[in-house]
């Protein structure tokens, strides 16, 4: 940059570089998305084609910024974390927040066609972006256990909410008041005697949200988008999950030259518990990454 008698002005910028040794979490939320949904007509209680929309967001963040090592999306947010030694933009959280967010927001457009098709966008979506830093590997895992928590809860609640709506005619402040003050053991008591539905039978995409890794193990099934899986399995409910063992794959008469095509070898899409355990008995590298 040219110096001149006008660079003086650079001092008033702030220095916001982040603490070393710690895990970095950009965590983007939509702005104004009760609304979002309603006015595209988003289908209640889970819409898979704008969760595949976020999550395809995400990956394209990924992709971007190699030193992600996980991501966690559910409903309209995702977190994202950096490794600890991460020095991405000299750790500048302004930079990260600003950078994250403006990739995921233009990716959500500009792949919108892909999985809403003819149905045109109304007006820009906005998301807003925080940065967040985590010292130990606790306070990362309880923040995401926190995130996965919170899919859970809203979850069980909206689909009690829309079952009563549209299966019993209650309107959404009838709705509302019918579960007011409930428990989550009211809520699977409701489902399952009015409706016949076993909560832990509902989709796991949308019980336990979406996590993102880095692909060990080459090109998996579990990276197909949920609606190019139903499109080529036929299936309403089949949802292939990735690698070791978390899930069965999809239609193995898939030819190779497909899965060539649709898969994308460098993320693992993952709908799986958090919060225990064997999640990181699995994944032992994303906290502890080898020494190179």
């Not at 500009?110 to 830093?133: C, E, I, K, N």
């Not at 928590?149 to 909410?161: E, G």
């Not at 579990?222 to 292939?240: F, I, V, Y």
Request: proline share 4%; charged share 25%; with cysteine.
């Amino acid at each position: 940059m040219a110096k001149s008698k006008f660079e003086y002005v650079k001092q008033f910028e702030s220095e916001d570089k982040l603490l070393p040794n710690c895990w970095i979490v950009v965590r983007i939320d939509g702005k104004g998305f009760h609304r979002f949904s309603d006015v595209h007509n988003y289908i209640k209680p889970n819409d898979d084609r704008a969760l595949d929309l976020m999550s395809k967001a995400a990956e394209t963040v990924m992709e971007e910024f190699k030193d992600i090592v996980l991501a966690y999306g559910q409903s309209d947010e995702y977190s994202f974390v950096f490794k600890k030694t991460t020095n991405v933009y000299n750790r500048r959280a302004s930079k990260l927040a600003t950078n994250v967010v403006s990739l995921f927001a233009s990716s959500f457009v500009y792949f919108w066609p892909r999985y809403f098709g003819t149905t045109m966008m109304q007006y820009p979506p906005a998301f807003d972006s925080r940065t967040v830093l985590y010292p130990t590997d606790k306070n990362l895992r309880d923040y995401l256990s926190w995130r996965q928590a919170d899919c859970h809860i809203n979850n069980l609640y909206n689909t009690c909410f829309w079952k009563l709506i549209q299966e019993k005619g209650l309107t959404p402040a009838e709705s509302q008041e019918r579960l007011k003050g409930t428990m989550s053991s009211d809520k699977n008591e409701l489902l399952f005697k009015e409706f016949e539905i076993n909560y832990n039978n509902l989709h796991a995409l949308h019980r336990k949200g979406t996590i993102l890794i880095r692909a060990t193990k080459g090109i998996e099934n579990g990276d197909l988008d949920l609606s190019l899986q139903l499109h080529l399995s036929g299936s309403s409910t089949s949802r292939s999950q990735s690698a070791r063992g978390h899930g069965r794959g999809m239609d193995s008469r898939r030819s190779p030259q497909m899965s060539r095509k649709l898969t994308r070898p460098n993320i693992d899409r993952l709908h799986v518990d958090l919060i225990g355990e064997q999640f990181w008995t699995d994944y032992p590298d994303i906290l502890n990454p080898p020494k190179r």
